[in-house]
């Protein structure tokens, strides 16, 4: 009697493992593919499912978008330089069962075909027109691993460039090449800046031809330097700009005074 309880007990034992394995839940990011006797019988989606036990095996695909860094690359642009790339890939699962009966690693294989893919766009590209077309470059890579990928399952997102290193030596080339072009810059605004003026005093001297004009720079010029009052201000004029203000008074006695000072001499 004993012995029937425990062999019952062995059995409801071995009854419950089978059942809890036969159950697995399908995360909401994750698809899974059911492989039974080493054939794809079924994609399932997220959920709870059931499957038969030592005869079904499970395979999870994470269905999130995954990046793919590629840190560090060397590349030769046409003109011969060596750069340093920075770029990023994004990618997510399309298609479950391409990707496990077409690809081992997939991760490894986008990631070694994306560092082969940049080494080949870069080499298109002089090194000026390079630092121009980042997004150019980045949409060509992008399409490059694409055409690939998509026979594995995978779709890829976008990629871009993070960052581009050049040698230290170019570096210097190119400081030396911004500060040349500023002094450049600011010579032809300095030399923009002469020929206004120029043209202004031009105008201005044309104006000044008149007395009226001439009195009141005149002025506005005894008005400026007379805020300082410790100052003791002589302003020597013309007489034919004293007649034509007014003063005639003023100039007869200027005139006198000059004459009685040759006559004593």
């Known amino acids: 009697m004993i012995d029937f309880y425990i062999t019952v007990g062995i059995l409801i034992v071995i009854l419950f493992m089978l ?14 593919a059911i492989l039974r006797l080493g054939q794809i019988d079924a994609i399932v989606d997220p959920g709870l499912h059931f499957r038969v036990p030592v005869i079904d095996v499970v395979r999870r695909v994470d269905q999130r978008t995954q990046t793919v860094d590629l840190m560090g690359q060397s590349a030769i642009t046409k003109d011969n330089i060596s750069v340093g790339i920075d770029a990023v890939v994004f990618m ?14 997939y991760r490894d294989a986008v990631s070694k075909y994306a560092q082969t893919a940049i080494r080949n766009i870069i080499g298109q590209y002089n090194l000026d027109d390079l630092l121009e077309s980042r997004e150019e470059i980045a949409i060509k890579l992008k399409e490059e691993i694409d055409r690939l990928a998509k026979e594995w399952g995978i779709d ?47 105008e201005a001297a044309k104006n000044m031809e008149d007395p009226n004009t ?40 200027s005139a006198v005074s000059r004459n009685s000072k040759r006559s004593d001499i």
Do not use: C, H
């Open 19 to 32: 059942l809890t394995s036969s159950i697995y839940i399908v995360q909401q990011w994750e698809k899974a």
């Open 92 to 105: 997510r699962i399309e298609d479950t069962e391409k990707l496990i009966t077409q690809i081992v690693n």
């Open 156 to 202: 890829i997102a976008r990629a871009g460039l993070q960052d581009i290193s050049l040698p230290e030596d170019m570096k210097r080339a190119f400081a030396v090449q911004a500060e040349a072009e500023r002094e450049s810059r600011a010579i032809l605004i300095k030399a923009e800046a002469e020929l206004k003026a120029s043209t202004r005093l031009a």
């Open 214 to 253: 001439m009195q009141l720079r005149i002025l506005s010029t005894v008005n400026d330097i007379s805020k300082d009052q410790s100052n003791t201000i002589i302003l020597a004029l013309p007489l034919e700009t004293l007649r034509a203000a007014g003063l005639q008074g003023v100039a007869s006695l």
